[in-house]
C-alpha cells in the first residue's frame, strides 16, 4: 500500500491545528501544511504567541514547524500537492433559514469540499474531522463527484474527541482513534491509508475502523452521552438544595459503581464549549428529519436541563442578594466555558452575565485567559441590549482581587486552579458585607470561605 508523504489540513483552528501539529510531531516523513483563510491565525500560528492556548502545545508546535509542519493562506496549492485532506472548519449550528437554531451550518465545509474538487489534479483522500451531521461524507462525495475532471476521490469520517484544555495529551494518548469509509476495496484502502499515519504512535488495536455512517454517528452520540451524564448530575443540584443532600457526595457514591464511573458527574453551572450543544442539536435535527419525534425530544431535554442550570444559577443569585441586583457590583470570577482554555464558546459565564445585567448589576469579571474583547463581543452577539450598555455595565479586570474589590457577592463560573490559591481573606475584607459567594464548580474550601465570613452557596448543596 502506498503510504502517505503529503497531508493539508483546512482549517487552523482549535481541532486542526492541535491535530495537525501531533501527527507532524509523530510523522516526522509526512509534510503537513495547515491553511486558512483567515491570515491572522496563519500569521499567528507561525509566531510562539498561538491563536490557541493549549497546555504543551507550543513545545509539539516548535518541535516540528519549519521541518514538516507549515501554515499558509495558499489554500489551493496545498490542496493540490497533498495526497490527503483533512476537513477542519467550523460548522456552527445554523442561525438562518431551514432548521435554524438546530441543523450544523455546512456552508464551511462545502466551500472547501468544492474547492478541493475545483484544484485537485490528483487521486485524494478527503478526511471528514469537523464534527458534522449523519451522511455528510456523501454530500461531499455529490460535490467532489460533481467537479472531477478523472481525479478519484476517497472520503473518510474520522471525527476528533479531543477536548480543550487537554488537546495535546488527547491526541498523543487518545482512548481510541475512528476511522470510517466506504466498505469497498479503494475505501477500505483509504481507511488503512490513515490507519498506517496514526500507527506511528497509536497501537492498531486502538483504531476502530467502521462504516462511514457508523463513524459519523459514533461522534455525536459520545458527545450526547458525556452532556447526558452532566445533565443528569445538575438535574439533582435543585434537588439536592431543596432537601440538604450534597450532590458531590451522591456523584462519588454513584460514581463508584464500575457500571456508572466516576468521570463527567461534576455538578456544574452548565456545560459549554462547541460541541456538546451543537451535536445534540444537530442529533435533535436528525431524528425530527428521520420522523422520530419522541428520540428527538428525549435528546433535546439534555439542553433544555442545560440552560434551565445556567438560567437557576442567575436567578438564584438575584433572589439572594433579596431580589435585586440593581446597581450592585456582581463578581464572576472566569469566563472560558471550562478551565485551561481561552475558548468561550457556549460558556455559562455569557447566560449568566446577560441575565445579572438584565436584573442592572454592574458585573465585574476576571478570566486568566479571555481578552476583554471576546467577552464583549459574546455578549454583543446576544443582542440584549446596545453593545455601549454591555461596555458600561461589564467591566474586565486584570485579576481577581480588582473584580471583586467592593462586590455584593462573587460567582465562580470556571474552575480555573489559580481561583483555590488567592487571599480569601483579602478579598472578604475588601466586599460589600453581607458577602456572598456562589461556586457554580464546587471547586474552593467551602468551610474555610465560610470561617473567614462569606455567605457560602453551592451548587448542589443544601443550606447552611
Ligand atoms: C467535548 C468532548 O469531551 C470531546 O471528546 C469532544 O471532542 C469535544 O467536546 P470539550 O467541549 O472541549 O470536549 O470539553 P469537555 O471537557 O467535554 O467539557 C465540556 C463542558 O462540560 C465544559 O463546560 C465543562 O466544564 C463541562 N463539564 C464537564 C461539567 O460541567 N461537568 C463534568 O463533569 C465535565
Ligand atoms: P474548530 O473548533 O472546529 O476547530 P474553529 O472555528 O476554531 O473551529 O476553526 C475553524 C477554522 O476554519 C477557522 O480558523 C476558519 O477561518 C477556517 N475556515 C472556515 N472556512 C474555511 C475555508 N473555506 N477555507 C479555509 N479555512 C476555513
Same mark, same amino acid.
Given at each position: 500500500?502506498?503510504?502517505?508523504?503529503?497531508?493539508?489540513?483546512?482549517?487552523?483552528?482549535?481541532?486542526?491545528?492541535?491535530?495537525? /501539529?501531533?501527527?507532524?510531531?509523530?510523522?516526522?516523513?509526512? *509534510?503537513?501544511?495547515? +491553511?486558512? $483563510?483567515?491570515? %491572522?491565525?496563519?500569521?499567528?500560528?507561525?509566531?510562539?504567541?498561538?491563536?490557541?492556548?493549549?497546555?504543551?502545545?507550543?513545545?509539539?508546535?516548535?518541535?516540528?514547524?519549519?521541518?514538516?509542519?507549515?501554515?499558509?493562506?495558499?489554500?489551493?496549492?496545498?490542496?493540490?500537492?497533498?495526497?490527503?485532506?483533512?476537513?477542519?472548519?467550523?460548522?456552527?449550528?445554523?442561525?438562518?433559514?431551514?432548521?435554524?437554531?438546530?441543523?450544523?451550518?455546512?456552508?464551511?465545509?462545502?466551500?472547501?469540499?468544492?474547492?478541493?474538487?475545483?484544484?485537485?489534479?490528483?487521486?485524494?483522500?478527503?478526511?471528514?474531522?469537523?464534527?458534522?451531521?449523519?451522511?455528510?461524507?456523501?454530500?461531499?462525495?455529490?460535490?467532489?463527484?460533481?467537479?472531477?475532471?478523472?481525479?478519484?476521490?476517497?472520503?473518510?469520517?474520522?471525527?476528533?474527541?479531543? /477536548?480543550?484544555?487537554?488537546?495535546?495529551?488527547?491526541?498523543? *494518548?487518545?482512548?481510541? +482513534?475512528? $476511522?470510517?469509509? %466506504?466498505?469497498?476495496?479503494?475505501?477500505?484502502?483509504?481507511?488503512?491509508?490513515?490507519?498506517?499515519?496514526?500507527?506511528?504512535?497509536?497501537?492498531?488495536?486502538?483504531?476502530?475502523?467502521?462504516?462511514?455512517?457508523?463513524?459519523?454517528?459514533?461522534?455525536?452520540?459520545?458527545?450526547?452521552?458525556?452532556?447526558?451524564?452532566?445533565?443528569?448530575?445538575?438535574?439533582?443540584?435543585?434537588?439536592?438544595?431543596?432537601?440538604?443532600?450534597?450532590?458531590?457526595?451522591?456523584?462519588?457514591?454513584?460514581?463508584?459503581?464500575?457500571?456508572?464511573?466516576?468521570?463527567?458527574?461534576?455538578?456544574?453551572?452548565?456545560?459549554?464549549?462547541?460541541?456538546?450543544?451543537?451535536?445534540?442539536?444537530?442529533?435533535?435535527?436528525?431524528?425530527?428529519?428521520?420522523?422520530?419525534?419522541?428520540?428527538?425530544?428525549?435528546?433535546?431535554?439534555?439542553?433544555?436541563?442545560?440552560?434551565?442550570?445556567?438560567?437557576?444559577?442567575?436567578?438564584?443569585?438575584?433572589?439572594?442578594?433579596?431580589?435585586?441586583?440593581?446597581?450592585?457590583?456582581?463578581?464572576?470570577?472566569?469566563?472560558?466555558?471550562?478551565?485551561?482554555?481561552?475558548?468561550?464558546?457556549?460558556?455559562?459565564?455569557?447566560?449568566?452575565?446577560?441575565?445579572?445585567?438584565?436584573?442592572?448589576?454592574?458585573?465585574?469579571?476576571?478570566?486568566?485567559?479571555?481578552?476583554?474583547?471576546?467577552?464583549?463581543?459574546?455578549?454583543?452577539?446576544?443582542?440584549?441590549?446596545?453593545?455601549?450598555?454591555?461596555?458600561?455595565?461589564?467591566?474586565?479586570?486584570?485579576?481577581?482581587?480588582?473584580?471583586?474589590?467592593?462586590?455584593?457577592?462573587?460567582?465562580?463560573?470556571?474552575?480555573?486552579?489559580?481561583?483555590?490559591?488567592?487571599?480569601?481573606?483579602?478579598?472578604?475584607?475588601?466586599?460589600?458585607?453581607?458577602?456572598?459567594?456562589?461556586?457554580?464548580?464546587?471547586?474552593?474550601?467551602?468551610?474555610?470561605?465560610?470561617?473567614?465570613?462569606?455567605?457560602?452557596?453551592?451548587?448542589?448543596?443544601?443550606?447552611?
Amino acid at each position: 500500500m502506498k503510504k502517505i508523504k503529503s497531508i493539508c489540513c483546512i482549517g487552523a483552528g482549535y481541532v486542526g491545528g492541535p491535530t495537525m /501539529a501531533v501527527i507532524a510531531q509523530q510523522c516526522p516523513e509526512i *509534510k503537513v501544511i495547515v +491553511v486558512d $483563510i483567515n491570515a %491572522d491565525r496563519i500569521a499567528q500560528w507561525q509566531t510562539d504567541n498561538l491563536p490557541i492556548y493549549e497546555p504543551g502545545l507550543l513545545e509539539v508546535v516548535k518541535e516540528a514547524r519549519g521541518r514538516n509542519l507549515f501554515f499558509s493562506t495558499d489554500i489551493e496549492n496545498a490542496i493540490r500537492d497533498s495526497e490527503m485532506i483533512f476537513m477542519s472548519v467550523n460548522t456552527p449550528t445554523k442561525t438562518y433559514g431551514l432548521g435554524k437554531g438546530r441543523a450544523a451550518d455546512l456552508k464551511f465545509v462545502e466551500l472547501s469540499a468544492r474547492k478541493i474538487a475545483e484544484v485537485s489534479t490528483s487521486d485524494k483522500i478527503v478526511v471528514e474531522k469537523s464534527t458534522l451531521p449523519v451522511r455528510t461524507a456523501e454530500s461531499i462525495k455529490t460535490i467532489l463527484k460533481e467537479h472531477t475532471n478523472g481525479v478519484k476521490f476517497q472520503v473518510l469520517s474520522n471525527p476528533e474527541f479531543l /477536548a480543550e484544555g487537554t488537546a495535546v495529551q488527547d491526541l498523543q *494518548k487518545p482512548d481510541r +482513534v475512528l $476511522i470510517g469509509g %466506504d466498505q469497498t476495496p479503494e475505501g477500505l484502502q483509504a481507511i488503512e491509508a490513515l490507519t498506517d499515519i496514526y500507527a506511528h504512535w497509536i497501537p492498531r488495536e486502538q483504531i476502530i475502523q467502521t462504516r462511514l455512517w457508523s463513524s459519523e454517528l459514533s461522534k455525536l452520540t459520545a458527545n450526547a452521552f458525556l452532556a447526558q451524564r452532566i445533565s443528569s448530575i445538575n438535574s439533582l443540584t435543585a434537588l439536592c438544595e431543596a432537601t440538604g443532600a450534597d450532590v458531590d457526595e451522591v456523584a462519588y457514591a454513584i460514581g463508584t459503581d464500575s457500571r456508572i464511573g466516576s468521570k463527567f458527574l461534576k455538578a456544574s453551572v452548565g456545560f459549554g464549549g462547541s460541541c456538546f450543544q451543537k451535536d445534540i442539536l444537530n442529533l435533535v435535527y436528525l431524528c425530527e428529519y428521520f420522523g422520530l419525534p419522541e428520540v428527538a425530544a428525549y435528546w433535546e431535554q439534555v439542553i433544555i436541563m442545560n440552560d434551565y442550570q445556567k438560567k437557576r444559577f442567575a436567578t438564584n443569585i438575584i433572589h439572594t442578594l433579596f431580589n435585586t441586583v440593581s446597581g450592585k457590583k456582581i463578581a464572576l470570577l472566569g469566563w472560558a466555558f471550562k478551565k485551561d482554555t481561552n475558548d468561550t464558546r457556549e460558556s455559562a459565564a455569557i447566560y449568566v452575565a446577560d441575565d445579572l445585567l438584565s436584573d442592572l448589576a454592574q458585573v465585574g469579571v476576571y478570566d486568566p485567559q479571555v481578552s476583554a474583547d471576546k467577552m464583549y463581543a459574546d455578549l454583543n452577539y446576544l443582542q440584549t441590549r446596545p453593545a455601549k450598555e454591555n461596555e458600561q455595565m461589564l467591566e474586565v479586570h486584570s485579576n481577581a482581587y480588582d473584580a471583586c474589590k467592593d462586590a455584593h457577592a462573587i460567582a465562580i463560573i470556571t474552575e480555573w486552579d489559580e481561583f483555590k490559591t488567592l487571599d480569601w481573606q483579602r478579598i472578604f475584607d475588601q466586599m460589600k458585607k453581607p458577602a456572598f459567594l456562589f461556586d457554580g464548580r464546587n471547586i474552593l474550601n467551602h468551610s474555610h470561605l465560610r470561617e473567614v465570613g462569606f455567605i457560602v452557596k453551592a451548587i448542589g448543596k443544601g443550606a447552611e
